[in-house]
């Protein structure tokens, strides 16, 4: 008899796989769905963008393996697009690693760090991957509450009054998903210096900085970031190309060097044409983000319209493409409330509690959705 890993045993299908597999069932017997879960952006790259990758496909060697370390130009490009927007100096020929997204450098990153008992600090709420790939390569989860009376960021004077020998990494993600939360530059530097004190590598996945938010940052602004931290970033939200799968990684070169011998080992090259269009895309005028955002602007108005109409609260500061909504007290779980909205009003809501036990009492909406399909979704309700 042939069996599984025993390391499957300790995660689960992603939830999204799984519900949306349900989604789709229903849309399949007719059902108008009206999806808000997830934030796959529903509009196109800018036409620059696809000129670029069409033309790319023609050049000599563009269908050929492609370095694991990417192009150069693209690595230059890159280097540029964080001096220009953060302030950061990286240098492009070893402080720079292109991935496959972000998500692939959560995997590459833990692997190339993490033995089997070392302990991972993860945020709850936070992005379930950071526990199911810790999970995957035998370390153990730790989680810090993040809450909303201390603006979804960690009381690092509880954590350190912990035991953290065993600690060999620790997520953060500013602008913060699920909650939008972002952070100053003071509570960056309070991160680096708790992670200078107890020897621990600090990674801040940052795929959020330009969507409805005026006041981008970037950890490696920090002086002496580099000395404990990577920083993640994507072309996903940014640019609307979450299914090109382009991301990078960003720090000093030893710490990419251990990362790049996982990602050689697991994949190959990115695809010329990709890359070219991600140069492309990282090279937009300040028009692309001004133009973004202001349709964003205008579906985090109806969302917040339909988040009154379920009796939420929410903050408007929030940044990302997600709204953030507690439900009203006499909910006492969000999965069966979303549930009831999906079968009886057919539209499907993230609810708050897969990115944690602290996610409970609240829901996620996505502004991946039409102005047209928020305002049908708010008519169902009236």
């Given at each position: 008899?042939?069996?599984?890993?025993?390391?499957?045993?300790?995660?689960?299908?992603?939830?999204?796989?799984?519900?949306?597999?349900?989604?789709?069932?229903?849309?399949?017997?007719?059902?108008?769905?009206?999806?808000?879960?997830?934030?796959?952006?529903?509009?196109?790259?800018?036409?620059?963008?696809?000129?670029?990758?069409?033309?790319?496909?023609?050049?000599?060697?563009?269908?050929?393996?492609?370095?694991?370390?990417?192009?150069?130009?693209?690595?230059?490009?890159?280097?540029?697009?964080?001096?220009?927007?953060?302030?950061?100096?990286?240098?492009?020929?070893?402080?720079?690693?292109?991935?496959?997204?972000?998500?692939?450098?959560?995997?590459?990153?833990?692997?190339?760090?993490?033995?089997?008992?070392?302990?991972?600090?993860?945020?709850?709420?936070?992005?379930?991957?950071?526990?199911?790939?810790?999970?995957?390569?035998?370390?153990?989860?730790?989680?810090?509450?993040?809450?909303?009376?201390?603006?979804?960021?960690?009381?690092?004077?509880?954590?350190?009054?912990?035991?953290?020998?065993?600690?060999?990494?620790?997520?953060?993600?500013?602008?913060?998903?699920?909650?939008?939360?972002?952070?100053?530059?003071?509570?960056?530097?309070?991160?680096?210096?708790?992670?200078?004190?107890?020897?621990?590598?600090?990674?801040?996945?940052?795929?959020?900085?330009?969507?409805?938010?005026?006041?981008?940052?970037?950890?490696?602004?920090?002086d002496g970031a580099k000395e404990?931290?990577?920083?993640?970033?994507?072309?996903?939200?940014?640019?609307?190309?979450?299914?090109?799968?382009?991301?990078?990684?960003?720090?000093?070169a030893e710490f990419l060097e251990?990362?790049?011998?996982?990602?050689?080992?697991?994949?190959?090259?990115?695809?010329?044409?990709?890359?070219?269009?991600?140069?492309?895309?990282?090279?937009?005028?300040?028009?692309?983000?001004?133009?973004?955002?202001?349709?964003?602007?205008?579906?985090?108005?109806?969302?917040?319209?339909?988040?009154?109409?379920?009796?939420?609260?929410?903050?408007?500061?929030?940044?990302?493409?997600?709204?953030?909504?507690?439900?009203?007290?006499?909910?006492?779980?969000?999965?069966?409330?979303?549930?009831?909205?999906?079968?009886?009003?057919?539209?499907?809501?993230?609810?708050?509690?897969?990115?944690?036990?602290?996610?409970?009492?609240?829901?996620?909406?996505?502004?991946?959705?039409?102005?047209?399909?928020i305002q049908e979704a708010i008519?169902?309700?009236?």
């Amino acid at each position: 008899m042939i069996r599984t890993a025993k390391r499957l045993e300790s995660v689960q299908e992603y939830y999204f796989s799984k519900k949306l597999r349900e989604v789709r069932g229903l849309m399949a017997k007719g059902r108008p769905i009206i999806n808000m879960g997830i934030g796959s952006p529903d509009l196109a790259p800018s036409e620059a963008v696809i000129q670029t990758v069409q033309k790319a496909i023609l050049d000599d060697g563009a269908h050929q393996y492609q370095s694991y370390q990417g192009l150069p130009e693209f690595r230059n490009a890159i280097a540029a697009f964080y001096k220009r927007k953060f302030g950061v100096t990286v240098d492009a020929g070893n402080e720079i690693l292109p991935l496959m997204g972000s998500k692939e450098g959560i995997m590459h990153i833990s692997m190339a760090f993490l033995n089997k008992g070392d302990e991972v600090l993860v945020p709850n709420p936070g992005y379930p991957t950071y526990t199911s790939v810790t999970n995957l390569v035998e370390a153990v989860p730790v989680y810090y509450d993040l809450t909303e009376g201390n603006g979804w960021f960690p009381d690092l004077d509880i954590l350190e009054a912990q035991d953290l020998s065993k600690v060999k990494l620790m997520w953060v993600s500013y602008p913060h998903m699920p909650t939008g939360a972002t952070a100053t530059r003071e509570q960056f530097s309070k991160l680096i210096a708790f992670a200078k004190r107890n020897d621990i590598l600090l990674v801040n996945d940052n795929p959020y900085s330009f969507v409805l938010n005026d006041n981008p940052q970037s950890m490696l602004s920090i002086d002496g970031a580099k000395e404990v931290c990577l920083e993640l970033n994507s072309l996903s939200k940014t640019f609307n190309m979450a299914g090109w799968r382009v991301g990078f990684v960003l720090g000093n070169a030893e710490f990419l060097e251990a990362v790049l011998k996982v990602k050689s080992n697991m994949d190959s090259g990115m695809f010329y044409g990709i890359q070219k269009g991600a140069i492309t895309a990282l090279e937009s005028t300040d028009a692309w983000y001004s133009d973004l955002n202001e349709l964003y602007r205008e579906r985090r108005q109806l969302i917040f319209q339909l988040a009154k109409k379920l009796g939420c609260i929410y903050d408007e500061d929030a940044v990302g493409m997600f709204v953030w909504a507690k439900l009203p007290m006499s909910i006492t779980s969000a999965e069966a409330f979303i549930d009831n909205i999906l079968y009886d009003r057919d539209i499907f809501i993230t609810p708050g509690t897969i990115f944690g036990s602290n996610g409970e009492g609240y829901i996620r909406f996505s502004l991946c959705v039409s102005k047209e399909k928020i305002q049908e979704a708010i008519s169902r309700f009236e």
